[in-house]
């Protein structure tokens, strides 16, 4: 399978991403751009979007990213930054590119915007397996 195209079967099969409302606004091999829009029922007990929010849209452009080379890709570390609270009715853009890939392992930094704004920095490492996607 194209490596473009892998981020698109993986939200076919991901509901969870689905039911963020996650979108694939830019993709190609070694990059993958999501969007979402913060919704009511993702707010915590403060009025603002629960910290997960912003680290599962982070994750998933991580996760599209590293699988668009053709292998299974798992995460094996993971940590974010909070920069920025966040509001219902934020658009958030994560923008993940591959830092850096060798034949097991890969390294990437995330962004996280809120139109110009960066609100939370993720970091991740992920095992690259040898299982092709098909």
Known sequence: MQGDKIPYKMLSLDPFSTWMGIEILECEVGRCKVGMKV????LNSMGKAHGGISY????T?????????GKYAVSIETSINHIEALEEGDY???DCTIEKVNNKLGFNIIEVKREDELVALFKGVVYRTQKDWE
């Open 56 to 59: 599962t849209l982070a994750d």
């Open 39 to 42: 919704r009511g029922d993702m």
């Open 61 to 69: 452009a991580f996760g599209f990213t590293a699988n668009t080379h």
């Open 92 to 94: 958030l853009v994560a």
